[in-house]
T-cell receptor, first 116, second 113 residues
Framework: EADIYQTPRYLVIGTGKKITLECSQTMGHDKMYWYQQDPGMELHLIHYSYGVNSTEKGDLSSESTVSRIRTEHFPLTLESARPSHTSQYLC???????????????FGAGTRLSVL | GENVEQHPSTLSVQEGDSAVIKCTYSDSASNYFPWYKQELGKGPQLIIDIRSNVGEKKDQRIAVTLNKTAKHFSLHITETQPEDSAVYFC????????????FGTGTKLQVIP
């Protein structure tokens, strides 16, 4: 089972609030990712990191920002939340599987954000 | 960049029947094809994967097939059970997943008891 944790699991906030979604992994993985998941299921990559002090924007433009100061921690911040930010946010990490040499992504359980 | 298409978007089968989900990819450099299962309230979890040097791989009731020439790959679930009900994602990546993984749009599978 993957050791990747997201908090909070659910968050309901008002417009204009600043929020930070937490993501931590204890597997020592260098690569970490944030996905936004539509109600229609599709996963959209919004940020990724290949290591400490490395962050890149993903395929889907997002008003959120991320930081990677420690290997195990990859928080996502919205400076001023809006109703359009309402979605499910999934964090993932990946690293080289020792047995298979494959780079497998492991996902957290997600944060469901509702902005009123 | 890579484009992964997945069909169908929803699939209902009777318990005990088989389910097949199909994906196509565009980038011939892709050589690693994982499949993820997402249960309600959880994040996606890897259930099976296949590399481009293999045409088929099986794990109990789940099998994946890959046609590199046609750039098609499929997930087959036999003897479906209610606990197979979930959203399934295919994905494609070059370099064994070390480079970017591109996900399909997902298939919601419902197994009717």
């Amino acid at each position: 089972e993957a050791d990747i944790y997201q908090t909070p699991r659910y968050l309901v906030i008002g417009t204009g609030k600043k929020i930070t979604l937490e993501c931590s992994q204890t597997m020592g993985h260098d690569k970490m990712y944030w996905y936004q998941q539509d109600p229609g299921m599709e996963l959209h990559l919004i940020h990724y990191s290949y290591g400490v002090n490395s962050t890149e924007k993903g395929d889907l433009s997002s008003e959120s920002t991320v930081s990677r100061i420690r290997t195990e921690h990859f928080p996502l911040t919205l400076e001023s939340a809006r109703p359009s930010h309402t979605s499910q946010y999934l964090c993932a990490s990946s690293g080289r599987d020792a047995q298979t040499a494959k780079n497998i992504q492991y996902f957290g359980a997600g944060t469901r954000l509702s902005v009123l | 960049g890579e484009n992964v298409e997945q069909h169908p978007s929803t699939l209902s089968v009777q318990e005990g029947d088989s389910a097949v989900i199909k994906c196509t990819y565009s980038d011939s450099a892709s050589n690693y094809f994982p499949w993820y299962k997402q249960e309600l309230g959880k994040g996606p979890q890897l259930i099976i994967d296949i590399r481009s040097n293999v045409g088929e791989k099986k794990d109990q009731r789940i099998a994946v097939t890959l046609n590199k020439t046609a750039k098609h790959f499929s997930l087959h679930i036999t003897e479906t059970q209610p606990e197979d009900s979930a959203v399934y994602f295919c994905a494609a990546s070059p370099s064994g997943g070390y480079q970017k993984v591109t996900f399909g749009t997902g298939t919601k599978l419902q197994v009717i008891p």
